[in-house]
């Protein structure tokens, strides 16, 4: 009896004496979460790219499933410097493979968001109904003018395209065509305030719908593993 209680007592002091691991799999963590840690290797390779004095190249963090990218991207706000403002979207959203021109405006809609969350006065985005059908030149309007705004403030808005594999999904069902690849080349070589880092699961190369390499030209790939134990 005596040991049994000796044993009941030791079981309770281990539980109490627990640490929780915060090195979780599970539900992504975004920017409000504390628990959020490490990361800091990949967050300097994206810094070495935006600081770097050129136009930026594409960047595209691969990793396997549950590996961190998605708490990555959205703790960027709070890990990158004030002048860099990310726009995180997840690309599993249907506003993102659904039409050209809704993927362009979901885009312009949480950039205005984010830049008003800041204190800058942004524009405001119509409504995809108020868009023309195919209303990518109308989104590229927006676009040169958001360009103009960033200057002024010395900001670079930082475009993070999760689940990437979701617009090479909607491109196959014939939902988002060419003109809107073209689109997103062009922006990446001349819009000068814009720079966009891609994350998915699958290297572009290994995909067959869209030949990325056509599009994301100088693409920096950006690895990211298992946290270190330290």
């Not at 800091?40 to 499933?65: A, C, H, T, W, Y």
Request: with cysteine.
């Amino acid at each position: 009896r005596i040991f049994k209680q000796e044993l009941l007592e030791l079981d309770v002091r281990f539980k109490s004496e627990l640490i929780p691991n915060i090195y979780y799999v599970g539900n992504p963590l975004d920017y409000r979460d504390e628990t959020y840690r490490g990361r800091d290797n990949v967050v300097q390779l994206i810094e070495d790219e935006l600081f770097s004095g050129r136009r930026f190249s594409p960047m595209f963090l691969n990793g396997k499933r549950r590996i961190g990218k998605t708490s990555t991207l959205q703790n960027l706000r709070k890990t990158l410097g004030p002048s860099i403002v990310p726009v995180y979207l997840n690309c599993q959203d249907a506003r993102m493979h659904s039409s050209n021109h809704s993927f362009f405006q979901h885009i312009l809609k949480l950039t205005s968001r984010e830049l008003t969350d800041r204190g800058i006065n942004a524009f405001e985005i119509p409504d995809r109904e108020d868009f023309q059908t195919d209303g990518i030149d109308q989104c590229a309007d927006f676009f040169d003018r958001f360009s103009s705004l960033l200057r002024n403030e010395d900001m670079t808005i930082l475009i993070c395209l999760d689940e990437y594999e979701k617009i090479e999904e909607g491109y196959l069902k014939g939902r988002l065509s060419d003109d809107l690849l073209n689109h997103l080349r062009h922006m990446i070589q001349h819009q000068e305030r814009f720079a966009f880092i891609f994350a998915g699961v699958h290297r572009m190369a290994s995909l067959k719908g869209i030949d990325w390499s056509n599009y994301l030209i100088n693409l920096k790939t950006i690895p990211i593993s298992w946290l270190d134990e330290e």
